[in-house]
């Protein structure tokens, strides 16, 4: 099937790939061969890797998000608040947080403490599916793009978007 999402190990010298055939896929990069696979149970769209190299965030056609053990690529957590197709997921920098971007226009913002993932805020305001998500280098701020070509930025504490003009100009300098 075709290959929908990528991410890279941050530590070994592999990477996972998911695909419309629902499987995710782990690659010797060294080698360049298949080193393991695990079948899911639909298709997947996007993959992320926690950096730790702990868990593997898999955004579903469904909208769920199922977290696997990198290493024995098991099932150990589910998140089931998107209402259309997860388009991207991404952890944050110091893997205290997961975000998820879906075709119903939101951010979902999740806590990440070992396996437990929980939900903290949803980030609402794009005016079409998000396309891609990005935190900042502290974890604190979130920047997100839609099918509209917006780009707004977020408040991963509180979930609201950075709008005030002074509020958004500090945002320039960080680093992404």
Request: charged share 20%; hydrophobic share 35%; net charge negative.
């Amino acid at each position: 099937g075709e290959v929908w999402g990528v991410a890279a190990h941050p530590e070994k010298p592999e990477m996972v790939s998911v695909c419309s055939d629902k499987t995710l896929r782990v690659w010797s990069t060294a080698a360049k061969q298949q080193v393991r696979w695990c079948s899911l149970y639909e298709e997947a769209r996007c993959v992320a890797i926690h950096p730790s190299g702990s868990h593997c965030a898999v955004g579903l056609q469904s909208g769920s998000v199922t977290i696997l053990s990198y290493d024995r690529l098991i099932k150990v957590a589910f998140c089931n608040d998107c209402v259309d197709s997860v388009s991207d997921v991404k952890f944050s920098p110091d893997g205290t947080m997961l975000a998820v971007g879906a075709h119903d226009n939101c951010v979902y913002v999740y806590s990440v403490s070992g396996e437990q993932y929980n939900r903290m805020g949803v980030c609402r305001g794009h005016s079409s599916y998000i396309t891609h998500i990005d935190w900042s280098a502290d974890s604190k701020s979130l920047r997100s793009t839609c099918g509209a070509y917006e780009l707004l930025y977020w408040d991963t504490s509180s979930g609201e978007p950075v709008t005030q003009h002074k509020s958004a100009s500090l945002l320039r300098h960080v680093v992404w």
